[in-house]
């Protein structure tokens, strides 16, 4: 089959690759199918665009997937409407995050003909064989679809345990030339940059994650090097974001794969989504000489009761202790903290501002959000437990406006002062940030017009 893989634009100025698809199209293309992306993302098309390139050209199937973002939902739907808007309609799949926990309601308001739910490579081959006949539909695990008026849910499939024996994603068939310029901390302006997945799934169950899959997954060593060779090879990346979220799922994984990165001498640079409980010492001075530049940490509260309430496996004692740690081996950290969740008040917030404050090294601007309980998450259903909210079209219509505003609100804070409490909190980190840039800037003066340092490269500099 002829097929068209969307990749969405969420009208940012650089893109971040779209995995997800690269891996789907490698699937397909494995299978025997002809694939085709349509970029919306490089080119900013309008709806309409789609519409009539759909008009003018000859799919069998078309494919979209969205994570469960406010932005990505309203989103799907402009596309949807442009897509069943098409004289020469595709049978339309939908698939991500985003319609895994839900697929019923994604499918009435998108009026797409199935959803796959969850990882997609063995499900969209079976979907695909099974189009147009309700009988072999309803035998494909890990689908939601059309039935006439009817929206059926067959049984979740489980998830992949190999997953060396998946192709690598299909780089050839997207433009890298322009997901490469991805600008992450500690990027020099010479390097190109790709994400690349070390491994699925999570071992630990946050009650905020939206994640569905249980138990993590690794790539082997041996795979994750072949990957990054070839991006090196074919598209001259220097930098790698391994983009999953546990890459630090325990020590020994994290030496064993450090270890062979320096054995296969790759030259590269790279960060990560870390577990500040596994941040040793001398683990994070092996990660260092194997490359390692920054480390995004999940820390969502310095308060420890609020950290137990949302099942974070994490103390604050644990925080600083590796926070520090990765400081001292000369690795930038990511410090991620939100606000929100049950237990939340305005002395657990202050904590976090002051933690924020003491530890930042201007690698990056961090601001603190709402805790947001996405659709598949434990908080969403304790949300409407508490008749928070009343389920997914709640959410979507009429909660979750925008990530950095309140959808539910778990504290005993009215909602306007829960949004007062987080300008006041974010301004103080905002300000603060300009400050250390400005007298950084400052410093970096002195040093061109006293020291003449011939290595300025101008003021503007980006």
């Given at each position: ?81 442009a ?113 690349v ?33 070839l ?30 990165m ?16 596994n ?13 390692r530049?920054?480390?995004n ?39 991620n ?15 976090g ?53 309140l959808a539910?609100?778990?504290?005993d ?28 800037s ?21």
């Amino acid at each position: 089959m002829k097929i068209l893989l969307i990749v969405y634009d969420n009208e940012s100025y650089i893109h971040w690759f779209p995995q997800g698809l690269g891996y789907i199209a490698a699937a397909l293309l494995r299978q025997g199918h002809t694939v085709e992306v349509y970029s919306q993302d490089l080119h900013h098309y309008p709806e309409e665009h789609l519409t009539a390139y759909l008009d003018n050209e000859v799919f069998d199937v078309v494919g979209v997937g969205v994570i469960a973002g406010y932005f990505q939902y309203r989103k799907l739907l402009q596309i949807s409407a442009a897509i069943n808007q098409a004289r020469r309609r595709p049978h339309f799949l939908i698939g991500g995050h985003g319609p895994s926990p839900e697929p019923e309601y994604f499918l009435r308001k998108t009026g797409a003909d199935a959803a796959v739910l969850g990882e997609g490579e063995e499900t969209i081959l079976e979907l695909i064989d099974a189009l147009g006949d309700p009988a072999r539909l309803a035998e494909v695990k890990g689908i939601a679809y059309r039935d006439g008026d009817e929206v059926r849910v067959n049984e979740r499939r489980r998830t992949i345990k190999d997953i060396d024996s998946l192709p690598l994603p299909a780089f050839h068939l997207f433009p890298i030339e322009y997901y490469r310029l991805l600008r992450p901390p500690h990027v020099r302006k010479t390097d190109f940059v790709m994400p690349v997945l070390s491994g699925r799934g999570c071992t630990y169950r946050c009650n905020f994650c939206y994640r569905m899959d249980k138990g993590y997954r690794p790539r082997s060593n041996e795979s994750i090097i072949e990957e990054i060779r070839l991006l090196k090879r074919d598209y001259r990346i220097s930098y790698v974001i391994f983009s999953d979220e546990l890459l630090m799922s325990s020590v020994k994984r994290t030496v064993s794969l450090c270890e062979a990165m320096l054995a296969a001498d790759l030259d590269i640079i790279w960060d990560c989504n870390g577990r500040l409980n596994n941040a040793d010492p001398e683990v994070l001075d092996l990660m260092k000489r194997a490359g390692r530049v920054f480390i995004n940490y999940g820390i969502e509260a310095f308060d420890d009761q609020v950290l137990e309430n949302m099942r974070k496996s994490l103390t604050t004692e644990q925080v600083i202790k590796g926070v520090e740690a990765t400081l001292t081996a000369g690795i930038s950290p990511g410090l991620n903290i939100i606000f929100g969740n049950i237990g939340d008040n305005r002395r657990t917030l202050e904590k976090g501002v002051e933690f924020l404050l003491k530890y930042r090294d201007l690698s990056q601007m961090r601001t603190i959000r709402p805790v947001t309980p996405y659709p598949g998450s434990p908080l969403y259903y304790q949300a409407i437990e508490k008749g928070l909210l009343k389920g997914c079209e709640d959410f979507y219509e009429n909660k979750h406006t925008n990530s950095d505003l309140l959808a539910v609100n778990f504290t005993d804070l009215s909602d306007q002062d829960f949004h007062a409490c987080l300008l006041d909190a974010n301004a103080r980190l905002i300000e603060d940030y300009y400050h250390q840039m400005t007298q950084a800037s400052v410093a970096g003066a002195k040093k061109l017009y006293l020291d003449q340092d011939p290595n300025f490269r101008g003021f503007r500099q980006q």
